[in-house]
């Protein structure tokens, strides 16, 4: 049982470059999001899905996109990179629409923007 | 303004004594609070929470307290174990029923 699988573990970027982070979950989970975690922060959330064609902005979304076509798949796009995205992102999931519920995590993607 | 806070950036705790990991936050509408652990290289899982409606949840070495009067919770580990070595994620439920986050405490359990 996979889990949640985030790929690529590591990126560098340089600025202006774009990309897409991949997350997949095998758990039928409704509920994807993606957060961001910073030195000396919190996770934060940057969009979320409680199911196919449907996302939402959580606190932190300039930036980025995201699309969910499907329940096993919800993949982050950076259009632009900046230095300010530097950062290591997790993808999570859970069953139902609420964010709160128990969360399973990737083991994160660290990306560098030059 | 951070609204969940977890003071202590790192706690340094004999193996077989108590480890308590402290949070403290700021609104009075979260309704729910849970601890996540996170290893290196891993994401974070889950631990254990609490309602608002509680003020205590155990489960085995893991308690969490809840004095919602002082807005503060915290993680009781007894006893603690090498293997509890890792980061301590607060975390409480908003009223768009996301989690805000704090920023983690590094428990290292020494020998």
């Known amino acids: 049982n996979a889990g949640v699988t985030q790929t690529p573990k590591f990126q560098v970027l340089k600025t202006g470059q774009s990309m897409t982070l991949q997350c997949a979950q095998d758990?039928?989970?409704?509920?994807m999001s993606w957060y961001r975690q910073d030195p000396g922060m919190g996770l934060r959330l940057i969009h979320y899905s409680v199911g196919a064609g449907i996302t939402d902005q959580g606190e932190v979304p300039n930036g980025y996109n995201v699309s969910r076509s499907t329940t096993e798949d919800f993949p982050l796009r950076l259009l632009s990179a900046a230095p300010s995205q530097t950062s290591v992102y997790f993808c999570?999931?859970?069953?139902?629409?609420?964010?709160?519920?128990?969360?399973?995590f990737g083991a994160g993607s660290r990306l560098t923007v030059l | 303004d951070q609204q969940v806070k977890q003071n202590s950036p790192s706690l340094s705790v004999q193996e077989g004594r108590i480890s308590i990991l402290n949070c403290d936050y700021t609104?009075?509408?979260?309704?729910?609070f849970l601890w996540y652990k996170k290893y290196p290289a891993e994401g974070p899982t889950f631990l254990i929470s609490?309602?608002?409606i509680k003020d205590k949840n155990e489960d085995g070495r893991f308690t969490v307290f809840l004095n919602k009067s002082a807005k503060h919770l915290s993680l009781h580990i007894v006893p603690s174990q090498p293997g509890d070595s890792a980061v301590y994620f607060c975390a409480a439920r908003d009223s768009n029923y996301q989690l805000i986050w704090g920023a983690g405490t590094k428990l290292i359990i020494k020998p």
């Open positions: 609490i309602s608002s």
């Open positions: 999570a999931s859970s069953h139902g629409s609420s964010g709160a519920n128990v969360l399973t």
């Open positions: 609104n009075s509408m979260f309704d729910y």
């Open positions: 758990m039928n989970h409704e509920y």
